[in-house]
């Protein structure tokens, strides 16, 4: 899988128009901050990239090819449940809340998908988590449920769940807003080392340190439309436009 390319993204919600035309493209192990006040469309352009929400018009592309649409002659139709979960399986997504099982252990939540989706026999399956809750610094913790986990520690095994369908693209929504201030840096630190690792990741976030640190490029978006993008130590070092110097302000 190579690039993530937006081409026009419209989104509307009845006559609310949420994203009114992104273009931008994420290179293959790039790190791409966007940055902006809440309502801007920034949750709703992710949540577009696996098509948990359908753009109205534009197209984006995973590798080449449309998550959930297929081109017929000079038509898009939608592509089938199948199809379209055969594609998505390859875009890992980390949202807010954990969304953990709660009747199942921290190892059994990042078994579900490699033995319902990919198949994969239990025990390989129980190998690879093992592996991934040993990478997000969970290994003593395996066995417990998500009640008897902190914040950080159940975000981490959301991010070891996604980590656990091979993904070549993470998603990351606002990872550690829920989160009490001292549990952020664990998390950040997870995501730290899937960066040097070279995954692809486009990360929503307000934790401007982690934008400046990690990220490769950051796009500030306001009102549906992107109002600045670059490297982020020039961006949030010295922003160009008015909009992007008012929000800064306020968040630095």
């Known amino acids: 899988m190579s690039d993530v390319k937006f081409l026009n993204v419209h989104k509307n919600f009845g006559q609310l128009e949420v994203l009114k035309g992104i273009n931008l493209t994420v290179h293959k192990q790039q790190v791409v901050c966007l940055i902006g006040p809440s309502g801007s469309g920034k949750s709703t352009l992710l949540r577009c990239v696996n098509h948990l ?27 089938s449940e ?14 807010q809340s ?21 198949k994969m026999s239990k025990k390989d399956a129980e190998e690879h988590a093992c592996e991934l ?8 913790r395996m066995n417990n449920y998500p009640s008897q986990l902190s914040g950080g520690q159940q975000q981490r095994v959301a991010i070891a769940r996604a980590l656990s369908m091979k993904p070549e693209v993470m998603l990351f929504d606002e990872p550690t807003s829920a989160l009490d201030p001292e549990l952020v840096g664990e998390v950040l630190d997870v995501m730290k080392q899937l960066a040097r690792d070279g995954m692809t990741m486009i990360v929503v976030t307000h934790e401007m340190g982690f934008a400046r640190e ?39």
Request: aromatic share 6%; hydrophobic share 40%; no cysteine.
């Open 214 to 252: 990690v990220g490769d490029v950051v796009v500030f978006m306001d009102d549906g439309v992107i109002v600045e993008q670059g490297d982020p130590r020039e961006v949030l070092s010295n922003p160009q436009h008015e909009r992007t110097k008012s929000f800064l302000s306020k968040v630095i």
């Open 82 to 95: 199948a199809e379209i979960n055969k594609r998505r399986s390859k875009i890992g997504m980390v949202f």
């Open 98 to 118: 954990f969304n953990l099982f709660g009747h199942m252990t921290a190892k059994e939540n990042v078994m579900f998908g490699p033995t319902k989706l990919l």
């Open 53 to 79: 929400e359908m753009t109205t018009s534009g197209a984006i592309t995973v590798g080449g090819r449309m998550i959930g649409y297929d081109v017929h002659g000079d038509q898009l139709q939608e592509a």
């Open 133 to 140: 809750l040993r990478k997000v610094g969970l290994a003593d």
